[in-house]
């Protein structure tokens, strides 16, 4: 056993090194099962992706439209067919949840549904809540009115 400092030769067991006072630390041999680290957890395997049952006419030839890629910007006309089309009433909210999940939209498109989707939800909510809060408030106006009486 020797310092790992100085290379004093030290006593078996002996804590500190009599040559310069560092303190020694017994060699261990290299412990390779010690510092393994533990196994990795198991973890699960993904679910096997199993695409949606399709006609096999569409899983074998994608429409046309569908080759071009589907991140084109829209042109004019088809923002102007597509504001218009917003003006109608229940068609439109067909349209937004066809246009949402629709397999091959543009994406720019898909991404206009999806935002007039969430902004129409949040509306539809908001109006709830807020009519729900002012017909309470005007409830309570109304019976405090009435119990002067
Ligand atoms: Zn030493």
Same mark, same amino acid.
């Given at each position: 056993m020797? $310092?790992?400092k100085c290379g004093n030769k030290l006593p078996d =067991?002996?804590?500190f090194c009599g040559g310069c006072g560092?303190?020694?630390e017994p060699v261990q041999p290299t412990n390779t099962a010690a510092e393994e680290p533990a196994p990795a957890r198991p973890v699960a395997p993904p679910p096997s992706y199993t695409p949606p049952a399709q006609t096999a006419y569409a899983s074998q030839q994608p429409p046309a439209y569908s080759i071009k890629p589907a991140?084109?910007?829209l042109r004019v006309g088809q923002y102007i067919g597509m504001l218009l089309l #917003? $003006?109608?009433p229940l068609l439109n909210?067909?349209?937004l949840f066809v246009w949402s999940f629709g397999g091959s939209v543009n994406l720019n498109k898909k991404n206009f549904a999806r935002a007039s989707l969430i902004l129409g939800a949040i509306g539809l909510i908001l109006s709830i809540v807020f009519g729900a809060a002012l017909s309470s408030i005007l409830g309570e106006l109304l019976g405090g #009115? =009435? =119990?002067y009486y």
């Amino acid at each position: 056993m020797f $310092c790992e400092k100085c290379g004093n030769k030290l006593p078996d =067991g002996a804590k500190f090194c009599g040559g310069c006072g560092a303190k020694t630390e017994p060699v261990q041999p290299t412990n390779t099962a010690a510092e393994e680290p533990a196994p990795a957890r198991p973890v699960a395997p993904p679910p096997s992706y199993t695409p949606p049952a399709q006609t096999a006419y569409a899983s074998q030839q994608p429409p046309a439209y569908s080759i071009k890629p589907a991140s084109d910007p829209l042109r004019v006309g088809q923002y102007i067919g597509m504001l218009l089309l #917003m $003006c109608i009433p229940l068609l439109n909210i067909i349209l937004l949840f066809v246009w949402s999940f629709g397999g091959s939209v543009n994406l720019n498109k898909k991404n206009f549904a999806r935002a007039s989707l969430i902004l129409g939800a949040i509306g539809l909510i908001l109006s709830i809540v807020f009519g729900a809060a002012l017909s309470s408030i005007l409830g309570e106006l109304l019976g405090g #009115m =009435g =119990g002067y009486y």
